[in-house]
């Protein structure tokens, strides 16, 4: 039974003599072989040479510094429950008397581990975090080879002083006028401008 009319009959008529010294036919696909040849290719010689990427570009996440140098981060667990693929653990302790310049607020992570084999990059985190302390950036993250070395700890994630990221292709003038709306405000840059 036909159920649409598209069906076409399939006839197996004689090869014509051109047709059956086959010479067209692989002409014919040699001239298609030799255009391509001229094309312009869609690969690149990766690793030598890296296409350029986005400048919001979803890579590897930073725990920021403020300006003083201590780390934004208080340990709120918002980034954690923003997570949709539950790649983020932490654990929070008190800052102690003369740790004023280490950490920012009275409560930050003592531990801040994130699953790279479970994140996705989607950048809830980012979004989440009322302190303006977790980013993804356009860094790569590494291949490796054990499930281990792939839960990145603070050692990796807290921003070095002596280099810092710069989030300002990220933190576009159009980025932060979007936060001062008032339903995004807990995600605003620290220092209310
Ligand atoms: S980028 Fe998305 S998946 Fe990765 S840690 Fe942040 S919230 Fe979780
Ligand atoms: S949401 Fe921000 S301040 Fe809270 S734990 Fe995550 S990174 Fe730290």
Same mark, same amino acid.
């Given at each position: ?17 051109? !047709? ?44 920021? @510094? ?19 693929? !539950? ?6 302790? %008190?800052?102690?008397?003369?740790? %004023?310049?280490?950490? @920012? %607020? ?11 084999? @479970? ?6 985190? +980012?979004?989440?975090?009322?302190? /303006? ?5 356009? @860094? ?21 002083? /002596? ?13 932060? +006028? ?16």
């Amino acid at each position: 039974m036909q159920l649409t009319n598209r069906s076409k009959v399939v006839v197996k008529k004689e090869m014509t003599l051109m !047709e059956s010294l086959y010479l067209p036919a692989i002409f014919s696909g040699m001239i298609i072989t030799f255009k391509h040849f001229f094309r312009k290719k869609p690969t690149i010689k990766y690793p030598e040479q890296v296409r350029e990427f986005s400048g919001v570009y979803r890579g590897q996440h930073v725990l920021k @510094r403020d300006e003083n140098g201590a780390e934004r981060c208080t340990a709120c667990g918002l980034c954690a429950v923003a997570c949709p693929a !539950e790649a983020i653990t932490m654990v929070a302790a %008190e800052r102690k008397q003369g740790e %004023e310049n280490l950490f @920012r %607020e009275e409560k930050y992570a003592a531990v801040y581990e994130i699953n790279m084999l @479970r994140c996705i990059f989607c950048g809830d985190c +980012e979004d989440a975090c009322p302190k /303006e302390a977790i980013f993804l950036t356009d @860094r790569k993250v590494d291949s490796l080879y054990t499930r281990k070395e792939l839960v990145y700890g603070k050692d990796i994630l807290v921003e070095s002083e /002596e280099n810092p990221i710069d989030l300002s292709k990220r933190q576009t003038p159009e980025v932060k +006028e979007f936060k001062h709306h008032n339903e995004f405000a807990h995600n605003i840059t620290y220092k209310k401008k």
